[in-house]
């Protein structure tokens, strides 16, 4: 997690806020409305809120952070899949289907590893991952889309610059699903996609849609 990272190197001491939420960079610049969901100390809170608030950017105190941290991860993992399909021909019926199949696997994620699954219903939960994988200027959506298409790792550095998150956050699930016996079979594959992006592993993935 993020916050134990942290945590880790600065001290436990250190005042930590955890802001999450659908934000594109490019419309947050442009002044586009959205909000963020805050987890943090009350007092913390409300310095945060002074930061941020305005006419375009609401905030609301949230305080299951572990949730909110997994849910990072998941978004961007979801994103990346429905690119893969998208790359692999699949049309708009069948990565609403993987969607769907996806939000399932993330509340189970959570109802495991945190006990509740109530962050997922969030705006930092199902609106964050509606942005990023449906949102045109989503970079997990684009590299799964040219991942789809049979570019090698090379190619799509060069395309965009950088692998994007979900290229490594699903390797890392897909071993803390094993350590921890979590059932998320959808991510799993993806992670065999990414170890070894062959015309095999990409059908043997859309199979299971």
């Not at 006419?55 to 849910?71: A, P, R």
């Not at 979801?78 to 696997?105: P, Q």
């Not at 949102?135 to 959506?141: D, E, F, I, T």
Request: hydrophobic share 45%; net charge negative; proline share 2%.
């Amino acid at each position: 997690m993020p916050t134990e990272t942290v945590n880790k190197i600065l001290g436990k001491n250190v005042r930590l806020a955890v802001v999450m939420g659908p934000s594109f960079a490019h419309e947050l610049a442009l002044h586009k409305r959205t909000a963020f969901d805050v987890f943090a100390t009350h007092k913390l809170y409300i310095a945060v809120r002074k930061l941020f608030v305005n006419d375009q950017v609401t905030l609301s105190e949230k305080f299951d952070y572990k949730g909110m941290q997994l849910i990072a991860i998941m978004k961007n993992i979801i994103a990346f899949g429905m690119g893969l399909l998208e790359g692999c021909g699949f049309g708009e019926n069948g990565k609403a289907v993987f969607a769907t199949l996806m939000i399932d696997e993330t509340k189970n994620l959570l109802t495991n590893l945190v006990g509740t699954d109530e962050a997922l219903w969030e705006i930092s939960g199902i609106g964050d991952i509606f942005l990023t994988s449906l949102g045109s200027s989503s970079r997990n959506l684009k590299c799964g889309r040219m991942m789809g298409q049979g570019l090698s790792k090379d190619e799509i550095i060069k395309e965009l610059g950088c692998l994007p998150e979900a290229f490594y956050s699903i390797c890392a699930m897909d071993e803390m699903a094993r350590t921890h016996d979590i059932d998320i079979p959808f991510t799993c594959a993806l992670a065999e996609v990414i170890r070894n992006n062959s015309e095999e592993t990409r059908s043997v993935f859309c199979e299971d849609i």
